[in-house]
């Protein structure tokens, strides 16, 4: 069960990651130039690929590293109630998907040390 959940987080991670990376790339597309929406647009994304990327780094200790654990459990909560918020403001596909990845991230995030002898 343990090696499922952390397949799915690293999944999960990884899919946030591409994610993100489309949301900055499509800045350009939606906006004609640079202006405060443009760069809120973009940064959005990038808070996606960083969030990934912590999710990656957690995953890989297994949140063995308490500062890694309690950070990411931290940008995992904080991203699920913006996703929340966006869904609400957004009510497009790809807000839900993104929803769907970091509730499913932060979930498998606390299973991966359910009764792993975590040492903080």
């Given at each position: 069960?343990k090696a499922?959940l952390?397949?799915?987080h690293?999944?999960?991670a990884?899919?946030?990651?591409a994610?993100?990376?489309?949301h900055?790339?499509f800045?350009f597309c939606a906006?004609?130039?640079l202006?405060?929406?443009?760069?809120?647009f973009?940064?959005?994304?990038?808070?996606?690929v960083?969030?990934g990327?912590?999710?990656?780094?957690?995953?890989?200790?297994?949140?063995?590293?308490r500062v890694?654990?309690?950070?990411?459990?931290?940008?995992n909560l904080l991203?699920l109630?913006?996703?929340?918020s966006?869904v609400?403001?957004?009510?497009?596909?790809?807000a839900?998907?993104g929803?769907?990845l970091i509730?499913?991230?932060?979930?498998?995030?606390?299973?991966?040390?359910?009764?792993?002898?975590?040492?903080?």
């Amino acid at each position: 069960m343990k090696a499922m959940l952390k397949i799915i987080h690293r999944i999960c991670a990884y899919l946030l990651v591409a994610l993100g990376v489309v949301h900055v790339l499509f800045t350009f597309c939606a906006y004609e130039r640079l202006t405060p929406g443009a760069v809120w647009f973009a940064g959005a994304g990038l808070a996606l690929v960083f969030v990934g990327f912590l999710n990656i780094a957690h995953g890989r200790g297994a949140g063995r590293d308490r500062v890694v654990r309690v950070l990411s459990h931290v940008a995992n909560l904080l991203c699920l109630a913006l996703g929340v918020s966006s869904v609400v403001v957004v009510q497009e596909p790809q807000a839900y998907f993104g929803l769907l990845l970091i509730a499913l991230l932060t979930l498998t995030a606390y299973g991966l040390e359910s009764g792993a002898g975590v040492r903080s």
